[in-house]
């Protein structure tokens, strides 16, 4: 079992940078997949980004696809999202994700099995 924890949130201006950590303990993270997800006020959580087990394959969401980049190192046990040019609707809890097995069509919550507890980002315009 693997436990996950997100940091580096925060409150940045529209078109600013932020990167975000998914530091893991427990069962040595480069053993799964890990994806970030989002969820704003009253809407459901929603699919991020991937990346395999080697960081060799990963997947975006439209919405985010050439401003987010996901990457990790298991050296350091982490995962990573850089975000640039964030617009206010990127404002959500962002969430660190892990499952066994890589898969570009792993995009719904239920594909998961290890959350983290999840870190605020809030953009202003």
């Known amino acids: 079992q693997v436990q996950l924890v997100e940091s580096g949130g925060g409150l940045v201006q529209a078109g600013g940078s932020l990167r975000l950590s998914c530091a893991a303990s427990?069962?040595?993270?480069?053993?799964?997949?890990a994806a970030w997800f989002r969820q704003a006020p009253g809407k459901e959580r929603q699919f991020v980004s991937v990346i395999s087990r080697t960081g060799a394959g990963t997947y975006y969401a439209d919405s985010v696809k050439g401003r987010f980049t996901i990457s990790r190192d298991n050296a350091k046990n982490t995962v990573y999202l850089q975000m640039n040019s964030l617009e206010p609707e990127d404002t959500a809890v962002y969430y660190c994700?892990?499952?066994?097995?890589?898969?570009?069509?792993?995009?719904?919550?239920?594909?998961?099995?290890?959350w983290g507890q999840g870190t605020q980002v809030t953009i202003s315009s």
């Open positions: 994700a892990a499952r066994p097995y890589y898969s570009s069509s792993a995009s719904s919550p239920d594909d998961y099995d290890y």
């Open positions: 427990g069962r040595t993270l480069s053993s799964y997949t």
